[in-house]
């Protein structure tokens, strides 16, 4: 429950990139999932701050001389 409540300002915000922003800007992201979509599932998998690492990793790596292709967000790792 406190895991929802850290992250989630972060997902409206990227929600609000979606729907506001995302449309005015020219479709960019070499990626499939988007970026944005990749971002939210890292973080409701992950957490905030692997989530978040995950995220800024995928969206650094986003530029004409980065990966393209299919990149989910990696499994969470059991604990045993």
């Known amino acids: ?24 800007l020219p479709a960019a992201c070499r990626y499939e999932p988007t970026c944005s979509t990749y971002a939210i599932e890292a973080l409701q998998t992950h957490g905030l701050f692997y989530g978040g690492y995950l ?8 530029h004409p001389w980065g990966g393209q292709g299919y990149d989910p967000v990696p499994p969470k790792r059991c604990k045993h």
């Open 55 to 62: 995220a800024a990793k995928r969206i650094l790596s986003c």
């Open 1 to 24: 429950m406190l895991k929802r409540i850290v992250i989630a300002p972060f997902i409206l915000l990227i929600r609000f990139y979606k729907i506001v922003l995302s449309p005015l």
